[in-house]
Structure formats: C-alpha cells, structure tokens
C-alpha cells in the first residue's frame, strides 16, 4: 500500500479518564487552521453501526464536518486481530489519501488491562505510521508517580516500536503545575532529548458533568423546563432537605439541586431565586422518589421561571444522591461552553509547541471554511481587542459572548440593565464574569458621550437636552464608545435594522482619511478557497468613482484576511466586446484603479465566468493576470451583488461571512437579524481583526 502524503498524530491514552478528547479537539483545531481537508479517524469503536461520541465531537463541525472514518469494532479485534488489524490499515488509508492531516484517536479502555490496551494502541500506531502523543493523567498523583507514569508509558509504547512525539501529562492539580512542568523542562534541558513533556492543568468546567448526564444517571424524566438548558454543566450538588430560609444560605450559582417533588416551598424558592439577580441560581431539580408538584404548584413554579428544568425520578433521595455523585463529565458536542474552554485550555498550555511542531509542516494551499473561521478566530486573538456589543437582550449575542471570552478572542462590553442581562447570562448556564455590562441610560458616561454628539452634530442644530436622550440608544452609546476609544470595534445587528446599527457610524465615526464611501464586503468560503464579493449591503447604485473606491478598499480588506488581491471589476460584457453606459462607467472606474493604485492587479470590465474559470478567461481575455484567478469581485451595482452572494451561497453551499463594513475610521459591523451565534463569533473575530494596527507585508 503506497504511503499516504497526509500529516497525522496518533493521540492515545496511558489508562481511561487521562482527559484524550481535550489534547485530541486541540490538534484537529490547530491542524484545522492549518490545513484545507482535516480528517479524524478512530481505530477502534464499540459499534461500527452507531455514531462514536468522540468522533461525534471532533468531527461534526457545524456546517462543513471533517471527514471522518473508523477501522473496526472491540467484537472484531477479539475474534480476529490479524483481519481486524489489515481492515483499520485499509480504511485509515483511504481517509488520509482524501485528506491534508488526520489526527487519529487511539480506544477508550472498555474493561481491558491498561498495559495490554496501551500495547495495543502502540501496535495501531506502528502499523499507521502514525507518530503517538501519549496522555496521561496527573489527577491526585505527586510529581514521583507521574514521572514514574511518564517514563513506563514511553517504554511500553518504544518496545511496540511506536514513535513518541510528545507525552501529555493532563488533569494535573492547579497548585503543582509549576512544580512539574519545572521538572519536565529541566529534564529536557539536561538529557537534550527531542522528548516533549507537555503539562496541562485540571480544569473544572472541563471535568464537570451536564445536567443530562445526571438525568440519565439516575433514568429520570424531564417534566419542566426548557430542554435546551440540561446542557448547562454543574459543579456541586445539594440536597434540599432542610427549610427554605436554612437552604438559601447553601445556594451557589450553577447547583444541581435534589428535593422531595412534593417540597413546593422549596421548589417555589429554587424557581425564584433562578428569577432574581440576589440569590445564586440553580442549573436544574432532581425530584426524588417518583413525587411530582401538584399541577397548581407546577403552573406558578412555571410562572416564576419557566425555563428551570425539573427532571422525576423513581430512586429516592440516597440513591439519587449516590448515582449523580458517580456521574463523570465527558466533552461532548452538546456543550460549546466545555468545548470553548478546552480549546482555550489548550491553546494556553499547549498551543506554542504544537506551533513549533507545526511550522516543520509546508501549509496547504487549498482554504476551506473552517482553515478561514479558525483563522479569524486567532487573528482575533492576537489582536486583543475591545469589542462592544449592543445587543444584550438578545440569548444569541450572550452565547456569542461566552464563546468569544472562553477562548480570549475579544475583551468584551455589553450594554443593557445589569440586573436583566447577568439574569439572563445565568438562566442561560453561562459565565461571563469578566464582561462589563454597561447601562447608557445609567451610566456615568452618557453626559460626556452627550457633549461629543452635541459637538459633533452641532451644524445640525443638536442641543445637549436631545443629545442626553439619544446616548440612551444602544446603537449610538457603543458607537460613541468607539469614537472615544472606549471600545476598539461595534458589532451590532442582530435584532436591530442595518440603518439603526450603521446610521450612528456615519454620524460620528465617519470615514478614514481618503477614502469617500463606506462600503462593505462578503467573504465568500468556498469547499477549497475565499472570495471577496463588494459591494453587496450597502451602496445601491455606485457611480464610477464609488466603484474605484469600493474596489481599492475591497483589495484592501482581502489582503488584511489573507486573500491575495486580484480584482475583476464585473460587467456584462468582458474586455472590450460591449458597449453601453453600464459597461462604460465600470471600465472607467477600471482605470480609475489603475491610476489610484497602480500596485494592484485589476482588469474590467469582465463577466462572472471569464473572472473565475481559466478556460473561458483564456478565450474571452487571454493574456490577463486577473481573468480566471480573481479573487475580488466589485458588482456594478448592489441589486447584481446582493443576488450573486446569495444564489452562490445557497446553490453552491458556500459560507458567506459578512457583511464587513469598510471604509469607516474605526469599525463597525452589522449583523443579519438572522444571525447564529457562529455568525456573531465570526464577526466580532473580524471587527478586532480590523481594529488591530496594519501587520507588516509578509507576515501572517
């Protein structure tokens, strides 16, 4: 069998609960970012017939999965490892003969001896060809027994005659991480090996069980509530067995609660305190011994807090105490808050010497949607800047932000009533202890924003007494907070019109010198590259001079995201072959470029297909260096350009990312109001990207 051309590391555990799921999401992330076609692949699975939660995890990507695959089930191991061992061979090769890289993720020990599964996981390597990073876990040991661990796991795995990349010594307790890392990079500085010893720290919200977990644990059922929410993690239980004055003082945010059904004093207080911002709220009730509220109870409990979940069981209080003690917590794809964290978690321990191992690796030329999306999301972070979000009423922006601040993309404002959104932030199962909320009608700011505006609009004859009413406004609050440098960027939008989130833009940001118009782009995620559409949101019917500054400020924005600018300035007629006002004003704006920006390659006026396909370029426009290699598509006018991004979006299945405001001071970006909350991330990722200073020429 010819060698596949993929890059691949096999991540294996030394013993179950060594936390393989964190180290594997990491590399697909950081291999995702790196490369076009990432594939995951397990050796080994229960049922070959049913979907595997790891893969389940690493794979299922929302909107472009990995390509994914498994060798073979434990059933076929035992009864035919020869068979079984040539069947994962065939079945790896055919994945990473279709991809770039492939992380391989070794079996989940299922009642086997650690060492002989260790062996195991060795042999699959070998057979692979697949270099290994070993995990295991420093939870309740000291530094002699993970040293100890270290050293046996490498020796199993070299007398199987695996390659070990990298040992992972993961789950390690907060307080000794300095200590062993300290030792394992002395280690490596004294013997001089290539041996990397990578220490990670136990994280709680990683190793917390979800409410659903507890719901099976314990076979229950839920009777109210918002299903949603039994995604929410816990961290501590209580059982509700005293008074209510008595159990109030034992509350503490994100509690799974275990109480009789028919305690409705207590259940009433549990759903009030979920409703008030004085009193810790709880993630979910466990109601013991198959008792459920009266239906009247029921009808006001919903009516304090409808979304609090209430699960019935049949155990009774001690045994439902027992089975939801013994409940562990795994990753899985439900849960984008343990996700987000063990991304970061990753990305904060691990992240610069997986670079390190990654820079030896040549990238792929092809760019798929999620290589741009990743890529967004760590320019972001590089950037580090501040990014007000308006809209703290919206559940969509709150996810959105938990999500950004788990991974440290973006600092983060939001504004809103304090008291209204952290209550809404908990009923929501998310943390966000480190976002300013901001109150415009409140604050302490709105007088001296009034005074800028009052200023600003004085030609209009604004007075102090209006402007004091319009900082009440979200839009123009966060808008002057970036006019001021209060905030680095604006992303609004998402239940606001486009006029209410940029009207404010034009008020007081306004343009950046030289440049004319505001204009805006998409950025089209094709299965194998990016285009850059302008403009298709904002300017209706552009003249000559507008497109010319729509195109230079369209190259512009590609080359700030990494796309390589070659402008087709689009028409119905390619070259020279037409005539008429509409053709005309796009070649006079060609030439307009060319003597604005001789530096850039552009070419127009040309048709869709001549810009794209090299076949017909070749024909229609032999000779151009744009012609069927654009990258920059600048529409005639925003009813052509609307409807492209929208037909290739929808019958091409391609990501479209935008719009993205160009041409302001400082930026601000609309939302659809049918945004997901991967729309919000994505956004704010390239408002921060925006905010950060030009990179110099060359560097990523």
């Not at 979907?51 to 990995?66: K, M, N, S, V």
């Not at 307790?173 to 394992?184: G, N, Q, S």
């Not at 959105?400 to 199962?429: C, E, H, K, M």
């Not at 260096?625 to 290739?648: C, H, I, Q, W």
């Amino acid at each position: 069998m010819t060698p596949s051309r993929s890059y691949a590391f096999f991540v294996m555990a030394a013993e179950g609960r060594s936390g393989k799921s964190l180290v594997a999401l990491g590399l697909v992330d950081a291999l995702a970012r790196r490369f076009g076609r990432v594939g995951v692949f397990r050796p080994v699975v229960d049922d070959d017939s049913a979907p595997d939660e790891l893969i389940d995890l690493l794979a299922q990507r929302p909107d472009h999965p990995l390509p994914s695959a498994v060798g073979t089930t434990y059933g076929h191991m035992h009864r035919d490892a020869d068979a079984a061992m040539e069947l994962i061979v065939e079945r790896y090769h055919d994945l990473a003969e279709r991809c770039d890289a492939v992380v391989v993720v070794g079996s989940d020990f299922r009642g086997v001896a650690s060492p002989i599964e260790l062996s195991v996981n060795g042999q699959l390597a070998v057979n692979l060809g697949v270099p290994v990073v070993a995990v295991v876990s420093g939870k309740g040991r000291q530094l002699d027994n993970i040293v100890s661990l270290v050293e046996l796991t490498i020796k199993e795995l070299r007398e199987a005659h695996a390659s070990v990349l990298a040992v992972v010594v993961n789950r390690v307790d907060p307080d000794a991480l300095p200590t062993v890392r300290e030792y394992f990079n002395q280690r490596a500085t004294r013997t001089g090996k290539a041996m990397r010893v990578w220490v990670v720290p136990e994280d709680p919200l990683v190793a917390a069980p979800q409410i659903v977990d507890a719901l099976a644990a314990v076979d229950g059922t839920l009777i109210a509530g918002d299903e949603r929410l039994l995604n929410r993690v816990y961290f501590d239980t209580l059982i509700c067995a005293m008074n209510v004055e008595h159990m109030l003082s034992h509350l503490e945010d994100g509690q799974l609660c275990i109480a009789a059904g028919d305690r409705a004093d207590i259940l009433m207080a549990l759903a009030a305190g979920c409703a008030s911002a004085e009193v810790p709220s709880v993630s979910a009730v466990v109601l013991t011994g198959g008792l459920v509220p009266e239906p009247e109870v029921a009808q006001l409990i919903a009516g304090i807090d409808a979304h609090l979940p209430l699960i019935a069981t049949q155990l009774d209080t001690f045994d439902t105490a027992t089975a939801i003690a013994a409940t562990t917590g795994q990753l899985s794809r439900t849960s984008s808050r343990k996700i987000n964290r063990a991304l970061a978690t990753f990305e904060d321990h691990l992240g610069d010497d997986v670079v390190e191992v990654l820079e030896g690796i040549p990238r792929a030329q092809t760019v798929t949607p999620l290589m741009f999306e990743l890529q967004l999301v760590e320019r972001a972070r590089v950037a580090a800047r501040h990014i007000v979000l308006p809209e703290g009423d919206d559940d969509r922006v709150l996810q959105a932000a938990a999500s950004l601040r788990a991974r440290d993309v973006a600092r983060l404002t939001i504004l809103g009533d304090p008291n209204a959104v952290r209550s809404r932030i908990a009923a929501l199962g998310l943390r966000l202890d480190d976002v300013e909320i901001v109150n415009p009608a409140t604050t302490d700011h709105r007088e001296e924003y009034a005074e800028v505006y009052t200023e600003l609009r004085a030609h209009r004859g604004m007075t102090f007494d209006r402007a004091l009413d319009i900082m009440r406004d979200v839009s123009y609050f966060g808008t002057m907070m970036v006019h001021l440098g209060h905030a680095d960027g604006m992303v609004s939008g998402a239940s606001h019109s486009t006029a209410h989130t940029i009207t404010p833009s034009f008020e007081i940001i306004k343009t950046e010198p030289g440049v004319n118009v505001v204009s805006s782009v998409f950025f089209m995620c094709l299965s194998d590259r990016v285009l850059v559409y302008g403009d298709c949101a904002v300017i209706r019917e552009p003249t000559v001079e507008e497109l010319a500054d729509i195109a230079i400020a369209s190259a512009g924005t590609a080359a700030r995201f990494g796309v390589e600018p070659r402008i087709a300035m689009l028409s119905y007629s390619t070259g020279e072959s037409g005539s008429g006002a509409d053709v005309e004003r796009v070649r006079a704006a060609t030439q307009l470029v060319r003597q604005r920006r001789p530096d850039l390659k552009v070419d127009g006026p040309v048709q869709y297909d001549a810009a794209i396909d090299a076949d017909v370029a070749a024909s229609k426009m032999p000779g151009s260096e744009v012609a069927g290699r654009a990258t920059v598509f600048v529409f005639p006018d925003l009813n052509t350009g609307n409807n492209t991004y929208k037909a290739v979006q929808r019958s091409a299945g391609a990501v479209a990312i935008g719009p993205v405001l160009q041409g302001l001071a400082k930026p601000v970006n609309d939302l659809s109001r049918g945004a997901t909350v991967r729309d919000i991330v994505n956004t704010v990722a390239i408002t921060a990207a925006q905010a950060a200073p030009p990179q110099p020429e060359g560097s990523e």
